[in-house]
Nanobody, 120 residues
Framework: QVHVVESGGGLVQAGGSLRLSCAASGSIFSITSMGWYRQAPGKQRELVAV???????NYADSVKGRFTISRDNAKNMMSLQMNSLKPEDTAVYYC??????????????WGQGTQVTVSS
């Protein structure tokens, strides 16, 4: 069984910063990529940023230049530094881990989500 746990959400004023963290644990042989997704009320879940085991990153256009994703492969942990936050960044943020089990099978796991609220 694999657990993915997010932390670090909260309430912040526009222009402020927050840092989200995610940790994956369990019977994981290796994690191929980890990513952050978000879902605002009434909207579909969308990709925010993703990072591969090799350090390649991809960001949604709406967060480029403001958010930075990083990863500690040895600890199966990932962080998202969010700066210059805007009210439209308000959403539940979910961590996703794409991982390989010891049997060689690919899996994907989601965290429970953490709320980020940006006030204007």
């Amino acid at each position: 069984q694999v657990h993915v746990v997010e932390s670090g959400g909260g309430l912040v004023q526009a222009g402020g910063s927050l840092r989200l963290s995610c940790a994956a644990s369990g019977s994981i042989f290796s994690i191929t990529s980890m990513g952050w997704y978000r879902q605002a009320p009434g909207k579909q879940r969308e990709l925010v940023a993703v990072i591969t085991s090799g350090g390649n990153t991809n960001y949604a256009d709406s967060v480029k230049g403001r958010f930075t994703i990083s990863r500690d492969n040895a600890k199966n942990m990932m962080s998202l530094q969010m700066n210059s936050l805007k009210p439209e960044d308000t959403a539940v943020y979910y961590c996703n881990a794409q991982w390989i089990g010891f049997g060689g099978t690919d899996f994907g796991s989601w965290g429970q989500g953490t709320q980020v609220t940006v006030s204007s």
